[in-house]
Each structure stands twice: as structure tokens, then as C-alpha cells.
């Protein structure tokens, strides 16, 4: 990180970074304080000569949620010996195996709401030094800090503690537990209540700062030796109605309205979060991490953009998130160097005042580009600048 940068933070600056540093430590620590012992990942205590009504509850999914992971119909009898009902003992150990790596790690939850605080304090008060001369804005907002924040998602929330929880699955399993396969959608929406509150707190910061499959496609685009390959910024009408399509379909297949069998689940074939545990039970599982790495190289997130339910669901909220990108119209000349600075097309849309412009993920490039001062990350209750988009009384020419 510049010295400069640092050597022009002010003192209540300095006292915000220490805070928020502490604050995340402490998160961490009552994390670990609370998370109980994670169960074991055998499965030999299971045999096939038990039932699904036997082994379920003990691995805290309904005989349904296990029928399906051993392809069964849901309404298979449960009480019946998995052996006579063709199941292998390899296949059992199978779907254990499966099932134990979804579940869940408390510790997570801390580290997603430890790393979102520190990016909407990065955002708000750290990024750009108080009294800052706008002709040095170049040292504004320095990569660093982001760059290690995406870095412990992949790391600590991906591969150290596994796929889950996370963002995706978040709302997946709210409609899995709503067909049966898992016992309790009280549960599962209070995860999903999780994630969108820390989507809301800062827009969508779960997604750009803390998500395991985000963070990496990020630092993937974000490669030195990529900086000058030209790159494809995806209309967002398409990319939307790909990703809200796919959603569509997701539930007419869950709940059985097309295909006549519940608990069909489109997304198990194209989680990206089994990277994180190393888990691909379908070859488009491992299909589905390598092309969309190699779309990162060229296209800006190309999973969240795409296919991620969340990523949908975050993108509506957004119209609700208490702190954001925003523009003051007043001081804006339109020329353009914070929708060029932007990865996708959301610097278009919050420039031109759109409702609905594209996901925004908070990654604070296009903070420190403008010349007129016209762009800041900031609290919807802000005087400073426009809180909320609303259109312009005049247009500038």
C-alpha cells in the first residue's frame, strides 16, 4: 500500500481502521468461542441393512433430502433396508459424504459478517483521506485491503472451512426445505435473513468482498498480466434474464410442476461451491468451475452474473442497501471515466439514474477516477450527494 495513502489518513481515520481491525478480531473470536465440534465426515457407522427413517435424522436431513441423494423417488419407503431397495454400500458412503459437507460451520457466519464490516468501513471512511486534494485521487481507495479481504474469503471461508454456508446455497436450501429435503425452513430462512441483511448493510457486500466463489472469480479478472486484455462487458438485460430465468425454471423442476417429481434441484449440477471441498459427485460440477474460471478471465463475474440465485435475489434488494455508489448530478459532466472504470455495466446505469441498473459489488474502482468530485460511497441519509437515484431536472449537454 502507497505511503502516501497512509501518511494523509487523518487521526479519526486511523481510529476507524483500528476499531473496525479490532471489531472483525473480535467477531473471529466469539466465532470460534461458540462453533462446536464439527462432525466426523465417516460414514461406516452407516450400513445398508438400516433404513432411510434410521440414518437421516442422524446426519439432520429428512428421509426425503436422503432419498434424493441416492436417487431414489422421494416417496420411497423409509423404513425398508437400503438394500433392498439396490442401494450399494459405495453409493451409501456416497451420498454420506455428500450430505456431512453441507453442513454447516457456524465460524462462517462470523467471518462473512467480519469481512463485510471491514469493507463498508474501508468504503465509507478509509478509502478515500479526509481533506483529500481531488488531484490526487489516484491514491484513493488502494487495492490492497480488498485484494487481502477477497484473499481470506477464498482461503478461510473457501477451502479452510469449506462450501458451506454461503450466499448460494442460502436460498436454494429455503425452497429444498419447503419440498422436504431438509427438516426445518425456519432454519435455513433465518440463513437467508443473514445473507440479505449483510447484502443491505453495504450493496451487496457479501457478494463483492466476502462470497469464497466471487472473491475468486474477482482476483482471477483481476490478474496483472490480464490488465490489458480486452474484456466483454455482458449486457446486463441478458445476463439478468439468463440468471432470474434459470430461477424460474429451478422451481418449476424442485417442486415437480414440470417433470412430475419433486426435489429436483437445477443448481446441485451447477454449484461451484464444491470446489471448496473438493466434492464433484456429477462431472458438470467440475464442468461448471472450470468454464466459468476461464469466463473470468474476460468477462467480469461471470457466475454471479449468470447463474447465482442469490446474486438475483441481492440484485432486487439493492434498491434497499443503506449504503452505496452514489452520483451528485450537480457536480457530474458525464465524461464517462467511472462507467470505463467499471467491470460491468452498473456505473451506466447509476449515471443515468436507473432503477434497475446492473449489480454494483461494491468494488470501489470507479471511486477514484472522477475529476469533478462527483462519486462517493456513502449512506443513503447522506446530504452529500444523491442518496436514492432520481432523475434530472435538466440534461446536460
Not at 448493510?201 to 490488465?227: D, H, M, T
Not at 422451481?251 to 464444491?274: D, M, S, T
Amino acid at each position: 500500500m502507497d505511503y502516501t495513502y497512509l501518511a494523509k489518513l487523518s487521526t479519526r481515520q486511523k481510529l476507524w481502521f483500528i476499531a473496525s481491525v479490532a471489531a472483525g478480531l473480535l467477531i473471529i473470536a466469539l466465532g470460534i468461542l461458540f462453533e462446536p465440534d464439527r462432525p466426523s465426515q465417516a460414514g461406516s457407522e452407516f450400513t445398508i441393512s438400516m433404513g432411510i427413517r434410521e440414518i437421516a435424522p442422524k446426519l439432520g436431513v429428512t428421509g426425503k433430502g436422503l432419498a434424493r441423494e441416492l436417487a431414489l423417488p422421494l416417496e420411497t419407503p423409509k423404513r425398508k433396508p437400503l438394500n433392498e431397495l439396490g442401494i450399494s454400500q459405495e453409493q451409501l458412503d456416497h451420498a454420506v459424504a455428500h450430505i456431512l459437507s453441507h453442513r454447516l460451520t457456524g465460524l462462517k457466519y462470523y467471518l462473512f459478517a467480519a469481512i463485510v464490516l471491514f469493507g463498508l468501513v474501508y468504503l465509507t471512511c478509509l478509502g478515500r483521506p479526509d481533506n483529500a486534494n481531488i488531484s490526487e485521487r489516484k491514491l484513493w481507495y488502494p487495492r490492497i485491503p480488498y485484494i487481502a479481504c477477497l484473499l481470506a474469503a477464498v482461503v478461510v471461508c473457501g477451502f479452510v472451512l469449506g462450501k458451506a454456508p454461503n450466499p448460494m446455497e442460502g436460498i436454494v436450501k429455503v425452497f429444498k426445505s419447503m419440498v422436504g429435503l431438509y427438516p426445518s425452513v425456519i432454519s435455513k430462512l433465518l440463513a437467508l435473513v443473514f445473507f440479505v441483511v449483510l447484502a443491505v448493510i453495504g450493496n451487496k457486500l457479501i457478494c463483492g468482498w466476502a462470497c469464497p466463489f466471487g472473491a475468486l472469480q474477482e482476483l482471477v479478472y483481476s490478474l496483472p498480466l490480464l490488465r490489458k486484455m480486452k474484456r466483454w462487458k455482458t449486457p446486463f438485460w441478458l445476463t439478468n434474464t439468463i440468471r432470474g430465468g434459470l430461477f424460474f425454471v429451478m422451481l418449476l423442476f424442485l417442486f415437480g410442476i414440470v417433470g412430475g417429481r419433486k426435489g429436483f434441484v437445477i443448481y446441485h449440477y451447477l454449484n461451484p461451491f464444491n470446489l471448496f471441498s473438493l466434492d464433484f459427485d456429477h462431472w458438470l460440477m467440475l464442468v461448471t468451475v472450470v468454464v466459468f474460471l476461464i469466463l473470468a478471465l474476460l468477462i467480469y463475474r461471470p457466475f454471479c452474473y449468470l447463474i447465482c440465485p442469490f446474486g438475483f435475489l441481492s440484485w432486487i434488494v439493492e434498491r434497499v442497501s443503506l449504503t452505496r455508489v452514489k452520483i451528485d448530478h450537480e457536480k457530474c459532466t458525464e465524461c464517462g471515466l467511472c462507467i470505463e472504470a467499471c467491470p460491468s455495466q452498473a456505473a451506466k446505469g447509476i449515471v443515468a439514474d436507473k432503477l434497475f441498473a446492473a449489480d454494483c459489488f461494491s468494488c470501489a474502482r470507479c471511486l477514484n477516477v472522477c475529476p469533478q468530485d462527483a462519486i462517493r460511497y456513502g449512506s443513503v441519509f447522506s446530504k452529500t450527494s444523491c442518496a436514492i437515484p432520481q432523475r434530472r431536472r435538466t440534461s446536460k449537454k
